[in-house]
């Protein structure tokens, strides 16, 4: 009889601890992954692959072909000096083109205020335009009146 006691409160204080590290390991609204929608073009390889590079980094990512990303981008604000081939927005920021993954986390993460940030054209080692013969290229700032500034600069590894 003791043993059937002692089975049944070991079973249950076991019971309680598994419920409760189920609670502490189940997914919190912090841990959703951020949503990132893409415009680009349908016919776009690389923008395919800057979609894959964020899909892998945990980004949940809906994409969207359009045919005139020329007014999406002006709707958007970004300005014409930084167009690339594909336009982001996630939370309240627009990511236009080849943005490197940890440029954009940290401008999640840091959260200043400017409309979005670019890598204007397409540079070669860029996330996405992975290849020989990198260049190194800037990642830029814009704000609603247009003015841009470098955010970071990007080196190619060697």
Known sequence: MIKRILF??????????VIALGFALAPSDQDAP??????????????????EHMEE?????????MRDMYTLK???GVPRNAHSCHTAVIDEYV????????QVTRLLKEKPNIL?????GMPIGSLGM??????SYDVVTFDNTDTTGVYAHIQPIQ
Request: glycine content about 14%; hydrophobic content about 40%; charged content about 10%.
């Open 34 to 51: 951020t949503e990132m929608v893409v415009y680009k073009s349908r016919t776009c390889g690389c923008c395919v692959k800057w979609v």
């Open 57 to 65: 980094a945990g980004f949940s990512v809906k994409s969207i072909n």
């Open 8 to 17: 049944i409160v070991i079973g249950g204080v076991g019971l309680c601890a």
């Open 130 to 135: 992975e290849g020989p013969n990198a260049q």
């Open 74 to 76: 002006a709707q958007l």
């Open 116 to 120: 979005g940030i670019a890598v204007p």
């Open 95 to 102: 990511i236009e083109g080849h943005v490197p993954l940890n």
